[in-house]
T-cell receptor, first 113, second 113 residues
């Protein structure tokens, strides 16, 4: 069974731009969570989607948004990028009801210049 | 909300020596506890989890962890460390019906030959 895939793996954007990251969960998994990982703040929960509905949201500004499609694939969008948004963005999928066993993708490394 | 503390930022052990990584959690109800490992440039891989039942749980790669409610701890152990175990280890706590997992700051493990 294929693992969680994230595209692109690396991205360089300029401050003020917007970006969209994509995540394809493991087949059969309906829950997708997003995390931001930085050296200073560590791993922080962004939001979680289940069956196209956002169920939980972390403490991030409204510039961070996401959605989930009927095939469980998910996207997250960051608008008006700031330098501090540079991070590794990780997507995780799970089958069970939370807190289920989460399987992480390799992440998207976003650099904002 | 739940929280996790990993007191050790960096640990160095010799190959073949035993290992214990500490994790303390804070949560008012029954916690759902996880240990993940992250190699450089990679996503997180689940080592083991505790939801209920036997307080000593076995995971992959020869790791085990013991849940001690009285000490609010979930320490990770391995009897004999291999050079390939060098990585960053994260303890996480989840809540029932909520994928807002809280991660510790991580412990970086270095293995000396």
């Amino acid at each position: 069974k294929a693992g969680v895939t994230q595209t692109p793996r690396y991205l360089i954007k300029t401050r003020g731009q917007q970006v969209t990251l994509s995540c394809s969960p493991i087949s059969g998994h309906r829950s997708v969570s997003w995390y931001q990982q930085t050296p200073g703040q560590g791993l922080q929960f962004l939001f979680e989607y289940f069956s196209e509905t956002q169920r939980n949201k972390g403490n991030f500004p409204g510039r961070f948004s996401g959605r989930q499609f009927s095939n469980s694939r998910s996207e997250m969008n960051v608008s008006t990028l700031e330098l501090g948004d540079s991070a590794l963005y990780l997507c995780a999928s799970s089958f069970e009801q939370p807190p289920g066993e989460q399987y992480f993708g390799p992440g998207t490394r976003l650099t904002v210049t | 909300a739940q929280s996790v503390t990993q007191p050790d930022i960096h640990i160095t052990v010799s190959e073949g020596a035993s290992l214990e990584l500490r994790c303390n959690y804070s949560y008012g109800a029954t916690p759902y506890l996880f240990w993940y490992v992250q190699s450089p440039g990679q996503g997180l891989q689940l080592l083991l989890k505790y939801f209920s039942g036997d307080t000593l749980v076995q995971g992959i790669k020869g790791f085990e962890a013991e849940f001690k409610r009285s000490q609010s701890s979930f320490n990770l152990r391995k009897p004999s460390v291999h050079w390939s175990d060098a990585a960053e280890y994260f303890c996480a706590v989840g809540a029932y019906n909520n994928n807002d997992m809280r991660f510790g700051a991580g412990t970086r493990l270095t293995v000396k030959p």
